[in-house]
């Protein structure tokens, strides 16, 4: 639902999607709806419901693949959204250090209680975003995001 109020106020978009097991080599990627794609579609949100958690978090092996598409098209804002810490820590932080000059990297963690909301918060401080915020239960994500892009709506 975030993706299409985003569309319906003229966001340009891009949805990805990672993830893989502890210790995969590669992370495995799913492209949701890319920024050449103009409209949000119904193919985008099927995909996107398709979407399962794999177990691991590489979080800095996603970035080093995102990392072209992100200097290419140098989104205003990049979100990530996570339900836990990255897998390799200190390679995030250079990941996200790298990525920084083309785009605004913003977190969110996602929790199923306000207590570990809060722990995720705690988590993604650390790691250089612009930005981090938590929530619990998925329903408070689409306000946060929208007021986050725009803002002035």
């Given at each position: 639902s975030t993706m299409e109020v985003l569309d319906g106020i003229g966001s340009q978009t891009a949805l990805f999607s990672f993830g893989g097991q502890t210790g995969d080599p590669e992370?495995?990627?799913l492209k949701v709806k890319k920024f050449e794609?103009?409209?949000w579609l119904p193919v985008h949100a099927a995909r996107a419901?398709?979407?399962e958690a794999a177990g691991g978090t590489p979080t800095d092996k996603a970035y080093a693949g995102l990392a072209d598409y992100?200097?290419?098209h140098k989104p205003d804002v990049t979100l990530t959204l996570t339900d836990g810490s990255p897998d390799d820590e200190a390679s995030t932080i250079e990941q996200i250090r790298k990525l920084k000059p083309n785009t605004r990297m913003v977190a969110f963690?996602?929790?199923e209680n306000p207590g570990s909301a809060q722990n995720i918060t705690g988590q993604l401080n650390k790691f250089g975003y612009a930005k981090v915020f938590?929530?619990?239960g998925i329903s408070g994500l689409p306000n946060k995001v929208v007021n986050l892009i725009a803002p002035n709506r």
């Open positions: 992370p495995k990627f794609e103009p409209k419901s398709a979407l992100i200097r290419k963690g996602i929790g938590s929530v619990y």
